[in-house]
């Protein structure tokens, strides 16, 4: 009996301690496994770097105040975006954005004021409050501050612009259109006889551009530079109109290179007279207004192109369309969003909305696929065409809004 119980006790010894292996190896494999999916789970939420400064933060919803009277996103907790304002001279806001990781604004509680009598509201779904939570403006000497840290955290930066009004504004335009003559390989592609029969989609990206800037152009000449209906045009501005007007695709008599690069000489000579005086430029929200009318109507359009049935072969020509219009919009837009910032300030959620409005301008900047599909919408492949056109019709919803104010 004595040598059965010493088996038994050894046999149970032998069990005990199994089990305590069979646990601490499924301890072990548990961890392994958190450990792979955490990282995992981490970067499908953070995949959206929208920093200058490597920090990386959650995909942005992009929905904006219900206040507002505009659409969150699906799935976007709209408790999150409380807004509170209070008057002008009591200090910070007492605003709460709710801790989501898809939040975009500056930290809860930094406002801005915009004098006496103007409400001092705490930055939205989508606050791009320079820093330290105050607005930069004109100044005594027109002077534009940097845009702060807090832009960061939905977007590249604002840039900073000469405090001559409409300078940084005109010279956006200039380095947009050079960058497709002179600074892109090959340069002007669409009237190109080899070469440019086998790059659609650059040629349609430069067609996108152009087109782009015809309307901004026309913009310049009509309303911001003019005093009123009864001011004079000026001449190097309308000279520059007409050169962007000509055929794309034109090889000679003139080329669409050279009549291009004469409508950029023009806006460099209207350039030195912003720098002297000669003319002005006014940051009227009429003027912006317009702006974003003109920027509609060209949007509606594109938006168009996105959704209708085309041929497989044609969908990239629209795609790439649509991205240099894009293109435009998004550097013309991030130079107004700082030059007009007082009169932006005027109405409620005007900044937040064109904050929002250059954020889905920059989501499509990074859309940039290797190939172009064009699968049917509920199929396994993409369509890229209608992933474009997500962020657009957004731009085109929001720019609707603005051109009413």
Known sequence: MGVLSEHAKSYS???????????????????FVT?????????????????????THAAPSGGILAGAGLHGQPGESQAGHAMASTTAGSGA????????????????????SH??????????????????????GHGAAGEH???????????????????IPGLSFVEAMINLMEHELKGRFLGWRPNDILIGRCTDNVNNYQ????????????????????????D??????????????????????????SSYQNALDHLKRFVEKLRTGKRSFYYRKDNLVLLFASYRDLLGNVNKSLII?????????????????????????????????????????????????????HRVEEVDPWIILDADLGGFFANHRANLNAPLSEVTHLLVILSQL
């Open 13 to 31: 010894g032998k069990c005990d301690g199994g089990r305590q292996r069979s646990f601490r190896r499924l301890f072990l494999a548990l961890a």
């Open 93 to 112: 806001a007492g605003a709460s954005h709710g801790q989501e990781a898809g939040s975009h604004g500056p930290a809860a509680g930094q406002a801005s």
């Open 309 to 361: 049935p085309m041929d497989w072969f044609k969908s990239d020509d629209a795609f790439y369309y649509a991205k240099g219009v894009a293109h435009v919009y998004y550097e013309i837009l991030r130079v107004a969003r700082v030059g007009f910032e007082q009169q932006l300030a005027t109405t409620l959620y005007a900044k937040e909305i064109l904050d929002e409005v250059i954020h889905e301008l």
């Open 232 to 257: 004079t045009y000026d001449p190097d501005l309308e000279a520059a109109l007409n050169l962007f007007m000509n055929k794309a695709d034109l090889f000679w008599f003139p080329s669409a290179e």
């Open 145 to 163: 501050g940097a845009p702060g840290a807090a832009h960061e955290a939905h977007g590249p930066p604002l840039p900073e612009i000469s405090p």
């Open 207 to 230: 067609l996108g551009v152009l087109e782009a800037m015809r309307f901004t152009t026309l913009r310049l000449k009509d309303s911001l530079t003019r005093m009123g209906d009864a």
């Open 115 to 136: 004098g006496a009598d103007a409400q001092t509201v705490a930055p939205g779904a989508v606050g791009h409050a320079p820093a330290g939570g105050a607005e930069t």
């Open 35 to 55: 450990l792979l999916c955490l990282p995992g789970s981490t970067w499908a939420l953070q995949r959206h770097d929208l920093s200058q400064g490597g920090t």
